[in-house]
């Protein structure tokens, strides 16, 4: 009965659209300050950066840390989980059904050895390419098709370092492009939000 009620007065139409508006915005990396400007952890810079100019903070709740940013009318929950990169899934599935957000307003954050440093890659579904995190992530919602923004870090290490290059702070010289390539990252979350993720690929794919 209060189904049918809903439905006839469309407040099951209303929380619908309601939960269109509310995306869950991960950034991937490990807690901890020995962790805190590796290449590894560029997810977590990237939200950091996203609310650098606004009033938010970040505060620690079940499996990360988190705020919700509003964006014209959407709200963002941006979490940074503490799970550690190999159990990022755990905190994606329990925010996403906690907040009943559509997997399609799920967006992830991760770094790429594929790509040379700071390139930009937005996809919708694809394998893990050897992530450990994205590994979980496609384990615990048992599906590949979700949204996964890759920021390049290059692979410029020797033969059996990538551990070691992944968790080691930026170059110098990368440090120096960095500000401008995280601009350009928090550009590219706000277009996802906004337009959508096939103008998003568009746009900025490769830039």
Known sequence: MFRFLSKLFGFEKANEEEEMKKFLIVGLGNIGEEYS??????????????VKDSENIFETKKLGDQTVL???GRSLLLLKPSTYMNLSGKAVK???DKEKIPLENLLIITDDLNL?????????KGSDGGHNGLSDIQNKLNTTNYNRFRFGISDEFNKGRQV???LSPWSEEEQKQLPERL?????????????????????????
């Open 94 to 96: 329990y925010w996403l």
């Open 116 to 124: 040379p440093f700071g390139s930009l890659r937005l996809k919708t």
């Open 37 to 50: 400007r590796t290449r590894h952890n560029i997810g977590f810079q990237i939200l950091d950066h996203l």
């Open 70 to 72: 509003k964006i014209k």
């Open 164 to 166: 070691d290059y992944v």
């Open 183 to 207: 601009d350009k990252s928090c550009a590219l979350i706000r277009s996802f939000v906004l337009s959508g993720v096939k103008e998003t690929m568009n746009s900025f794919n490769g830039k």
